[in-house]
């Protein structure tokens, strides 16, 4: 059974830092890694999709990692604005299966 | 049609009483996800549809619960007799294939139990 573990569960950092949220996933055999963005009362936001023939993938001051061999991703977020204080999710799709599977989350306060 | 729509986006039940969740995909998405988000917990996948066909109900509690997505009209999630627990964030999410693209997400219903 896939398990994604998310890591720190929450992140309060000044204005401007770079930061890195991380997540790792128990079965290798995915599809892709999606990372969306949930703001409270409010739905998810896609980010970034990585399929697993990649290695990472970049928009604007966002950049995700994949290392699918060792279960882990990253999501790099550089030069953090307030804007960005959000729950940051991190998800599977596994090749076995037709489903998304969801880490619990790292809630991210960014202070100006 | 710009995203993901559900309706509505708050509903308040009494205990006993049904629930009906509506999702209508992006246009041209043929594939629906349902995901339930408890409080304090995580997303869990309940159910993937495609048009007029249940796919993967894994998620799904074996009771009370159904989905369907019919040739016509949005996605239906309906629970029957509702009980606290059943108070969540539901969301759904479409797109064109399965697994190399990527899902989008509705605003999701709040549904609440008194």
């Known amino acids: 059974k896939q398990e994604v573990t998310q890591i720190p569960a929450a992140l309060s950092v000044p204005e401007g830092e770079n930061l890195v949220l991380n997540c790792s996933f128990t079965?290798?055999?995915?599809?892709?890694l999606q990372w969306f963005r949930q703001d409270p009362g409010k739905g998810l936001t896609s980010l970034l999709l990585?399929?697993?023939?990649?290695r990472e993938q970049t928009s604007g001051r966002l950049n995700a990692s994949l290392d699918k061999s060792s279960g882990r991703s990253t999501l790099y977020i550089a030069a953090s604005q307030p804007g960005d204080s959000a729950t940051y999710l991190c998800?599977?799709?596994?090749?076995?299966?037709?489903?998304?599977?969801f880490g619990e989350g790292t809630q991210l306060t960014v202070n100006p | 049609n710009a995203g993901v729509m559900q309706n509505p986006r708050h509903l308040v039940r009494r205990r006993g009483q049904e629930a009906r969740l509506r999702c209508s995909p992006m246009?041209?998405?043929?594939?629906v996800y349902w995901y339930r988000q408890l409080p304090e917990e995580g997303l869990k996948f309940m159910v993937y549809?495609?048009?007029?066909?249940?796919?993967?109900e894994s998620g799904m509690p074996k009771e009370r619960f159904s989905a369907e997505f019919p040739k016509e009209g949005p996605s239906i999630l309906r629970i029957q007799q509702v009980v606290r627990g059943d108070s969540a964030a539901y969301f759904c999410?479409?797109?064109?294939?399965?697994?190399?693209?990527?899902?989008?997400f509705g605003d999701g219903t709040r549904l609440s139990i008194l």
């Open positions: 999410a479409s797109s064109p294939g399965t697994g190399v693209q990527p899902q989008h």
């Open positions: 079965d290798s055999a995915i599809y892709n």
């Open positions: 990585i399929q697993s023939s990649q």
């Open positions: 998800a599977v799709f596994e090749t076995s299966g037709s489903r998304l599977t």
């Open positions: 246009k041209g998405h043929s594939h």
């Open positions: 549809l495609q048009k007029e066909n249940i796919i993967d």
